[in-house]
C-alpha cells in the first residue's frame, strides 16, 4: 500500500487522529491488554501470536490490544496478513489500539543515513497498524551522544517519522525506556519542541530508572530513579496512550512496588481518554494470574478516585 492511495481526504486530516482529552467530563475506565505480558507464554510456543486478540478476550475478557512488533516479524511487510487479523478482531468485538516496536534502528541515531534507515524501518509498522485500525505505533526514543547531540537527532528522527506517518493516520508514540528517554521532563521538552501534532508519549509507570536501558524498576534497586509521579505528570500532558505495568501483589492485591492509587488519580486528573495498556512483567506470578490482579486493581482503584 502507498501512502498516496489513501487519497487526499487523509493527507489533510489533523493528527491525534482517534484520541482527544475530554475536559471536564470524568472518563471512563477503559482496558487493553499488552501482549508483553504474556511474552513468556509466546516465547515458549504456549501461545501463538495470531491467537493472542481471541486468547485476550476470551481467557481475560479485556476487548482491546496492543501488538508487540517482535512476536510478528515474519509478517512485518504481509498486508494481507494483516488486513486478514482486521477481518478477524472486527468478528470478535476486539479493538486493535498500537503497535509497539523495538529493534528497528535507533531514531536518534548520530548518523544521519543510519538515522533515515531506522525512520524506513518503522514504517512497515505504520502500514501494519494502518490495515489494523489502530492509532498509534510506540517507538524508542534511543540514541548516541551528548544531550545536546541526542536531542538534536532524536528531534530530526522523530519528526521525520511522525510526518511519514500522517497520511496512515498513526500516530507515533514515546515510551519511556531507560537511560534519557525516562527523563521526562527532557522528552516532553523535546517532542513539544518538534511541534508535530502526531507526535505524542505513553507513560509506563513502571520504566523510569535513568541508569540503565529499558529503564525497569522491578526489584527496587534502581540507582537513579526519576520517579512515576514526576514522570507521569511531564508525560500526560503529550500521553496518548498508558501502560499499567505491573510487577508484584500482595495478599490483598495491592501492587507492592508502584504507588498505582496516585498514579491512576495522575491519569483520571488529566482527562486521559484513551486505553489504560494492562502490561504485566512480574516473576513471582504467573503471567496470567499477574493480568488478571492487574485488571482487578484498576476496575477497584478507578472507582475510588476523585
Given at each position: 500500500m502507498?501512502?498516496?492511495?489513501l487519497?487526499?481526504?487523509?493527507?489533510?486530516?489533523?493528527a491525534?487522529?482517534?484520541?482527544?482529552?475530554a475536559?471536564?467530563v470524568a472518563?471512563?475506565l477503559?482496558?487493553?491488554?499488552?501482549?508483553?505480558?504474556?511474552?513468556?507464554?509466546?516465547?515458549?510456543?504456549?501461545?501463538?501470536?495470531?491467537?493472542?486478540?481471541?486468547?485476550?478476550l476470551s481467557?481475560?475478557?479485556i476487548?482491546?490490544?496492543?501488538?508487540v512488533?517482535?512476536?510478528?516479524?515474519e509478517y512485518?511487510?504481509?498486508?494481507?496478513f494483516?488486513?486478514?487479523?482486521?477481518r478477524e478482531?472486527?468478528d470478535?468485538?476486539v479493538?486493535n489500539?498500537?503497535i509497539?516496536?523495538d529493534n528497528?534502528g535507533?531514531?536518534?541515531?548520530p548518523d544521519?543515513?543510519?538515522?533515515?534507515?531506522a525512520?524506513d524501518?518503522h514504517?512497515?509498522w505504520v502500514?501494519?497498524?494502518?490495515?489494523?485500525g489502530?492509532?498509534?505505533?510506540r517507538?524508542?526514543?534511543?540514541?548516541r551522544?551528548t544531550?545536546e547531540?541526542?536531542?538534536?537527532?532524536?528531534?530530526d528522527?522523530l519528526?521525520?517519522l511522525?510526518e511519514k506517518?500522517t497520511?496512515y493516520?498513526i500516530?507515533v508514540?514515546v515510551?519511556?525506556?531507560g537511560?534519557?528517554?525516562s527523563d521526562?521532563?527532557?522528552?516532553?521538552?523535546?517532542?513539544?519542541?518538534?511541534g508535530?501534532?502526531?507526535l505524542?508519549?505513553l507513560?509506563?509507570?513502571g520504566?523510569w530508572?535513568?541508569?540503565?536501558e529499558?529503564?525497569?524498576?522491578?526489584g527496587g534497586?534502581?540507582?537513579d530513579?526519576y520517579?512515576p509521579?514526576n514522570?507521569?505528570a511531564?508525560?500526560?500532558?503529550?500521553a496518548?496512550g498508558v501502560s499499567?505495568k505491573?510487577?508484584?501483589f500482595d495478599?490483598?492485591?495491592?501492587?507492592t512496588l508502584?504507588?498505582?492509587?496516585?498514579?491512576l488519580q495522575?491519569?483520571?486528573?488529566?482527562g486521559?481518554?484513551?486505553y489504560?495498556?494492562i502490561?504485566y512483567e512480574?516473576?513471582?506470578?504467573g503471567?496470567p494470574e499477574?493480568?488478571?490482579?492487574?485488571?482487578?486493581?484498576?476496575?477497584?482503584?478507578?472507582?475510588?478516585?476523585?
Amino acid at each position: 500500500m502507498q501512502a498516496a492511495g489513501l487519497g487526499s481526504a487523509a493527507l489533510l486530516m489533523p493528527a491525534p487522529y482517534t484520541f482527544g482529552f475530554a475536559g471536564p467530563v470524568a472518563p471512563e475506565l477503559k482496558l487493553s491488554l499488552a501482549q508483553w505480558s504474556l511474552h513468556r507464554a509466546l516465547g515458549a510456543g504456549q501461545l501463538k501470536a495470531i491467537d493472542f486478540p481471541r486468547t485476550a478476550l476470551s481467557a481475560y475478557g479485556i476487548q482491546a490490544v496492543e501488538y508487540v512488533n517482535q512476536f510478528y516479524m515474519e509478517y512485518a511487510n504481509d498486508l494481507t496478513f494483516w488486513k486478514d487479523l482486521r477481518r478477524e478482531t472486527d468478528d470478535l468485538g476486539v479493538t486493535n489500539v498500537l503497535i509497539m516496536v523495538d529493534n528497528e534502528g535507533l531514531l536518534g541515531d548520530p548518523d544521519a543515513g543510519k538515522r533515515q534507515e531506522a525512520v524506513d524501518n518503522h514504517m512497515k509498522w505504520v502500514e501494519a497498524a494502518y490495515e489494523l485500525g489502530c492509532h498509534a505505533i510506540r517507538v524508542n526514543a534511543f540514541g548516541r551522544g551528548t544531550r545536546e547531540q541526542l536531542r538534536e537527532n532524536l528531534s530530526d528522527g522523530l519528526g521525520r517519522l511522525a510526518e511519514k506517518a500522517t497520511p496512515y493516520e498513526i500516530n507515533v508514540l514515546v515510551e519511556n525506556h531507560g537511560l534519557h528517554s525516562s527523563d521526562g521532563r527532557f522528552m516532553a521538552d523535546l517532542i513539544r519542541g518538534v511541534g508535530h501534532p502526531g507526535l505524542g508519549t505513553l507513560p509506563d509507570f513502571g520504566n523510569w530508572c535513568l541508569a540503565v536501558e529499558w529503564g525497569s524498576t522491578q526489584g527496587g534497586t534502581c540507582s537513579d530513579n526519576y520517579g512515576p509521579e514526576n514522570g507521569l505528570a511531564d508525560f500526560l500532558p503529550l500521553a496518548m496512550g498508558v501502560s499499567a505495568k505491573s510487577y508484584d501483589f500482595d495478599a490483598a492485591g495491592n501492587e507492592t512496588l508502584l504507588p498505582y492509587q496516585a498514579l491512576l488519580q495522575q491519569v483520571k486528573d488529566a482527562g486521559y481518554q484513551g486505553y489504560i495498556g494492562i502490561e504485566y512483567e512480574g516473576n513471582r506470578l504467573g503471567e496470567p494470574e499477574g493480568i488478571r490482579a492487574t485488571k482487578a486493581l484498576l476496575e477497584r482503584l478507578w472507582p475510588q478516585l476523585d
